[in-house]
């Protein structure tokens, strides 16, 4: 229960921001948003370290695959692409194609048993679950 409603919360949560990393970009520039979020969720975490306790930072060093140590380069690219799209697509087209992308990719990790993801079999029905929302994107955008 608390899964989903975590979830729920994190989607909701990313629609927002995308929409006002968009407005803060239209006043300022893509960079300057980009380092803002960056900057401020840094602080947050450094203060909930402070909070919850101090878990030793060395531990990012100890890491096995440190190709996961991009997740910041991601991070950012996350804010710039989410701003993009919302930009030229609007916030509900932005955020149903973002979704579908996060499930196929999401599934495709599955699949492969990447990235220390528990390796799942093929399945159709979740093939066409996507397929299904993907058809709900083009009629949510369909004009007359």
Known sequence: MWGTIIALLSGMLMSIQGIFNT??????SLWVCTGWVQLTAFVVCVFMWFVTG????????AIDSKYMLFTGVMGALITITVVKSMASLGPAGASMLIV?????????VELLGIFGAEKQPFMWRKVIGLVIAAAGIVLFQWKK
């Open 54 to 61: 101090r878990q030793a930072v060395g531990g990012l060093f």
């Open 23 to 28: 407005a803060i970009t239209k006043e300022t």
């Open 100 to 108: 579908i992308a996060q499930i196929g990719m999401s599934y495709a």
